[in-house]
C-alpha cells in the first residue's frame, strides 16, 4: 500500500479506490456525472451557485475536497462561478485540454480526479488567474457548518488546522 498523498494543509489526496469511488458516482445525478465523469459543461448564467455570495468553502461535488474559499470568488461576467486562486494549489489538477478546436487548462479535483471546469490567464490581481468552475462541480459549504467528507478523511480536522 502507498503511503497516501497529504496536501500542504493536511488533506488527505490518495484516489479513491474501485469500492469508493463506485460508491461516490452512485450518488451522484445524471447532470453530476456528465460534468464530473465525462467533461461535460453545464450552460452559462444557470448554475445554483453562480449567485451565492454566503462565507465557506466550495468544494468538490464528489468526493468533498475543499477547492475554494468564498473570498477568492468574484463576479467575472462569464456565466460560471469563478475564482482567482484555489484553497491549496495541490487541491486542484491543471490538465492541458485541446478539446472543441481550443487549447485550454482543465481543472480537476486532486483527489478523485473529477472535472470541475477550466482556468484562463485573465482573472484578477493578486493571481491574474480566473479559475471557471460548474456549480454542479461543487458543493457550498457555510462557515462554520461541517465538511461533506463523504471518503471519511477527517477532513473536518484537516480544516480546523487549516489558516482561515
Not at 117 to 126: C, E, M, N
Not at 140 to 145: L, R
Request: net charge negative; glycine share 8%; with cysteine.
Amino acid at each position: 500500500m502507498s503511503t497516501p498523498a497529504i496536501s500542504p494543509l493536511g488533506f488527505d489526496l490518495s484516489a479513491p479506490d474501485a469500492a469508493e469511488r463506485k460508491r461516490l458516482e452512485a450518488d451522484l445525478t445524471r447532470e453530476e456525472a456528465e460534468v464530473l465523469l465525462h467533461h461535460g459543461t453545464e450552460a452559462p448564467f444557470c448554475g445554483g451557485l453562480l449567485d451565492n455570495k454566503e462565507n465557506g468553502v466550495y468544494c468538490c461535488r464528489e468526493c468533498g475536497l475543499p477547492l475554494f474559499r468564498a473570498h477568492t470568488k468574484f463576479e467575472s461576467g462569464t456565466g460560471w462561478p469563478s475564482f482567482f486562486a484555489p484553497i491549496d494549489e495541490s487541491h486542484v489538477l491543471a490538465v492541458r485540454d485541446v478539446s472543441y478546436g481550443m487549447v485550454r487548462i482543465e481543472t480537476r479535483c486532486a483527489r478523485c480526479d473529477s472535472h470541475q471546469g477550466h482556468v484562463f490567464p485573465d482573472g484578477p490581481r493578486p493571481s491574474g488567474l480566473r479559475y471557471c468552475i460548474n456549480s454542479i462541480s461543487l458543493s457550498f459549504v457555510m462557515d462554520g457548518a461541517p465538511l461533506p467528507d463523504p471518503l471519511e478523511r477527517g477532513d473536518n480536522d484537516a480544516m480546523a488546522r487549516a489558516p482561515a
